[in-house]
C-alpha cells in the first residue's frame, strides 16, 4: 500500500494550496481518509479528516479556511487551503487508516510528507 502526495509549495500569506493524496496497491478498504501537519519543533497534529460516509472533522485553526474531500472511487483525498497564514507552515502528511487485503485488520498508513511555505 502506499500514499502519494502532491500540490506542496511555498505560498504568500492570503493565497491557495490545494493538496492531494492517492493511495494505492491492494486495499479492501479505506475506513477513513485525512491531513495532519507538522511544523519544526512541534508535535504533528490532525488538520481534517474523512470517514467512507462523509463525516468530516477540522482543526479550530483552519476551520473556515481548508477543505477537506475525498473520492472514494478513486482512492483520493484532496485538501484545499485558502486564505493561508504563516502559521500554517509545515510538513503535510496523508494518512489512511485501511484494510489490506493481505490482513485482518485495519491499520494507519502515511504518505511521505509535503512541505507547504507561507510567506508573510
Known amino acids: 500500500v502506499q500514499l502519494v502526495e502532491s500540490g506542496g509549495g511555498l505560498v504568500h500569506a492570503g493565497g491557495s494550496l490545494r493538496l492531494s493524496c492517492a493511495a494505492s496497491?491492494?486495499?479492501?478498504?479505506?475506513?477513513?481518509m485525512g491531513w495532519y501537519r507538522q511544523a519544526p519543533g512541534k508535535q504533528r497534529e490532525l488538520v481534517a479528516s474523512?470517514?467512507?460516509?462523509?463525516?468530516?472533522n477540522y482543526a479550530d485553526s483552519v476551520k473556515g479556511r481548508f477543505t477537506i474531500s475525498r473520492d472514494n472511487a478513486k482512492n483520493t483525498v484532496y485538501l484545499q487551503m485558502n486564505n493561508l497564514k504563516p502559521e500554517d507552515t509545515a510538513v503535510y502528511y496523508c494518512?489512511?487508516?485501511?484494510?489490506?487485503?493481505?490482513?485482518?485488520?485495519?491499520?494507519?498508513?502515511w504518505g511521505q510528507g509535503t512541505q507547504v511555505t507561507v510567506s508573510s
Open positions: 474523512v470517514s467512507t460516509g462523509g463525516t468530516i
Open positions: 494518512n489512511a487508516y485501511l484494510l489490506p487485503t493481505w490482513s485482518v485488520s485495519a491499520s494507519n498508513y
Open positions: 496497491g491492494s486495499i479492501v478498504i479505506i475506513n477513513l
